[in-house]
């Protein structure tokens, strides 16, 4: 059951992470999906500008991503 759930999610490709409904994520002009956290970690990782940060299950609802 979990598993899945699982292949609906989409994975930070930083940590390699599936997101979880309320973690905080930026999307990118492109909309690349990133946990807002690992980009402050890892600002190297910004290679585009980020138009939105939010929880990711706003994020997906506002933009259609799957
Ligand atoms: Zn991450």
């Known amino acids: 059951m979990a598993k899945k759930y699982e292949l609906d999610l989409i994975r930070c490709p930083i940590c390699q992470s599936f ?9 990118d002009i492109l909309n690349t999906m990133s ?8 600002p190297v990782q910004i ?20």
């Open 19 to 27: 997101f979880k409904q309320r973690d905080i994520v930026a999307i």
């Open 35 to 42: 946990h807002a956290k690992c980009l402050y970690e890892n």
């Open 47 to 66: 290679k585009l500008d980020i138009k939105e940060v939010g929880k990711y299950q706003e994020i997906v609802n506002k933009y259609g991503m799957n």
